[in-house]
């Protein structure tokens, strides 16, 4: 028999570090189980950092510089100063303002949709695929269908002539286009935010509905004070991915359905930004219009996830 002191010494090398009340040994064995998380991790770090921060940083540093003649050469501020003169991106800043202030719709929809799909309302299998279809399709296909039903002469003005209430320009009206576009971007990707609010709802508390209605809860009762309390996280998650989806993934609406028009009237910073990119050839103004729209994400995001921490708190 091998004693269990001479065991404990054949299992590996031990190494003394500082504690608390001296020196502890620390087991190879034991290092190499704190260090693995580090190590699982690293791979995706470096990934993210080579293929995400490094253009970042990359991009920042060239919006500083000049285009056209002044290529290569150091010009302060002047590109961000020129944005600011540039009545289309502030144009495009307005819209900002205007996609955070109807960002509760974008996710109180969905919301909405996964509590009765989650109560099992009648029919609630077949409206959980029919909702996640739109999130399928190529936001191209989803601008021309639109395009078809919402022009001057579609199908939809057809019925408002009809009833006497049109028709509407939907897609030539300043006032009106942007509003267009962003009902039709919530319709076709509000199904991702459903599956992500039923994957929440799998962790509520079932036994707390159940005492809810035992009390005599009613539906909007339970909403407020068991259901958006108890998906406070999802809910955080749901806020903050909609805005980014709002803020960077528009372009192939916009560039179907209406161009960045009319007058300019739906701009968004990333159409602004291939404007300057793709058609202008001026790439250091749209790298400084890209870090305005990265600030911009970066400043919404965290302002939203404060509002609701603080919110779920107080609840």
Do not use: K
Not at 161 to 168: S, V
Not at 214 to 239: C, E, K, N
Request: proline share 6%; no cysteine.
């Amino acid at each position: 028999m091998v004693p269990p002191a001479a065991a404990e010494r054949t299992t590996g090398a031990e190494f003394e570090g500082p504690g608390r009340h001296g020196t502890r040994r620390i087991s190879r064995g034991a290092l190499a189980e704190r260090l693995a998380p580090f190590v699982l991790v690293a791979p995706a770090v470096l990934i993210i950092v080579a293929l995400r921060l490094w253009p970042l940083l990359l991009g920042v540093n060239f919006s500083f510089t000049g285009d056209g003649e002044r290529n290569g050469t150091a010009v302060g501020l002047d590109n961000y100063a020129e944005l600011l003169n540039d009545p289309l991106f502030r144009t495009a800043l307005r819209n900002v303002g205007l996609l955070v202030v109807l960002l509760p719709v974008a996710v109180a929809i969905p919301g909405l949709l996964a509590t009765f799909i989650y109560l099992r309302v009648p029919g609630h299998r077949l409206f959980r695929g029919v909702y996640f279809f739109p999130a399928v399709l190529s936001p191209v296909i989803v601008g021309a269908i639109f395009n078809l039903m919402l022009g001057y002469d579609g199908p939809l003005n057809a019925v408002l002539r009809r009833t006497g209430l049109g028709p509407i320009d939907w897609l030539g009206d300043p006032g009106i286009a942007i509003f267009t576009v962003i009902g039709v971007h919530i319709w076709a990707t509000f199904g991702m935010a459903l599956v992500v609010f039923l994957a929440g709802f799998s962790t509520l508390d079932a036994a707390l509905l159940d005492a809810a209605r035992m009390d005599g809860a009613s539906l909007p009762q339970i909403i407020w004070h068991v259901i958006i309390p108890g998906l406070s996280r999802t809910i955080q998650f749901v806020f903050v991915t909609t805005m980014i989806g709002m803020l960077t993934s528009m372009f192939g609406l916009l560039y179907v359905m209406t161009s960045g028009g009319p007058e300019g009237s739906t701009y968004l910073p990333e159409f602004y930004v291939w404007i300057q990119q793709g058609q202008m050839n001026r790439p250091a103004l749209a790298s400084a219009a890209s870090t305005v729209l990265f600030l911009i994400m970066l400043v919404v995001g965290i302002l939203q996830v404060s509002v609701l921490r603080r919110a779920g708190r107080e609840d």
